[in-house]
């Protein structure tokens, strides 16, 4: 089964600063998808970004960035510019092209600081 | 569009007790999926769904734990002899059958506590 990685159970950024969240996972495949999830205090999981990995364009979205390296099976995220709001925890998640199983890493729980 | 529906939000059971936590999908999604999320850790699949049909279930527990999604209605997740262990955030996800987006929306979830 792959394995998704977030190294950094937390982290904390400074109101309008920039900070990036790891990720890393495993497999054998070629061709899927990678997402980061935002889990605020309300629980409510929401998509944040998504990356098809046969795009070598790094996706975007507003203040949110991923820097995707697919031979180092890296999958970060770049928050610019924080806002209070953008505090929560955020999950790193992987799926097949093929399967329909999403694999999550553990999470990384970002706090910003005003 | 109404989103992923979980009833109930919270539920306290006692130990050997019944928990059932009921899902219903967005409108349109065939596809749903439970996860677990145990405190201060990430989510753990449990079990994929379509209509009648359970596709994977490697991330339930042998034992007391089931699921279903019938034709009619919403799917059901349902822990028997309920454990202190099982107390946790219940996720319920679902998708389109057509999977183009490739994401998945997720519920509220169900907070289950096992006293």
């Known amino acids: 089964a792959q394995t998704v990685t977030q190294s950094q159970p937390e982290m904390s950024v400074q109101e309008a600063e920039t900070v990036t969240l790891s990720c890393t996972y495993d497999?054998?495949?070629?061709?899927?998808?990678l997402f980061w999830y935002k889990q605020p205090p309300s629980r409510q999981m929401i998509l944040v970004i998504r990356?098809?990995?046969?795009?070598?364009q790094n996706a975007t979205e507003n203040r949110f960035s991923v820097n995707f390296q697919k031979a180092a099976k890296s999958f970060s995220l770049k928050i610019s510019d924080s806002q209070l709001g953008d505090a929560a925890m955020y999950f790193c998640?992987?799926?097949?092209?093929?399967?329909?199983?999403?694999?999550f890493g553990t999470g990384t729980s970002l706090t910003v600081i005003p | 569009n109404a989103g992923v529906m979980q009833n109930p939000r919270h539920l306290v059971r006692r130990r050997g007790q019944e928990a059932r936590l009921r899902c219903s999908p967005m409108?349109?999604?065939?596809?749903v999926y439970w996860y677990r999320q145990l405190p201060e850790e990430g989510l753990k699949f449990m079990v994929y769904?379509?209509?009648?049909?359970?596709?994977?279930e490697s991330g339930m527990p042998k034992e007391r734990f089931s699921a279903e999604f019938p034709k009619e209605g919403p799917s059901i997740l349902r822990i028997q002899q309920v454990v202190r262990g099982d107390s946790a955030a219940y996720f319920c996800?679902?998708?389109?059958?057509?999977?183009?987006?490739?994401?998945?929306?997720f519920g509220e979830g169900s907070r289950l506590t096992v006293l």
């Open positions: 996800a679902s998708s389109p059958p057509n999977f183009a987006a490739g994401e998945l929306f």
């Open positions: 497999t054998s495949e070629s061709d899927y998808y």
């Open positions: 990356q098809e990995a046969y795009k070598q």
């Open positions: 998640a992987y799926r097949s092209d093929t399967g329909n199983q999403f694999y």
């Open positions: 409108k349109g999604h065939s596809h």
């Open positions: 769904l379509q209509k009648e049909n359970i596709i994977d």
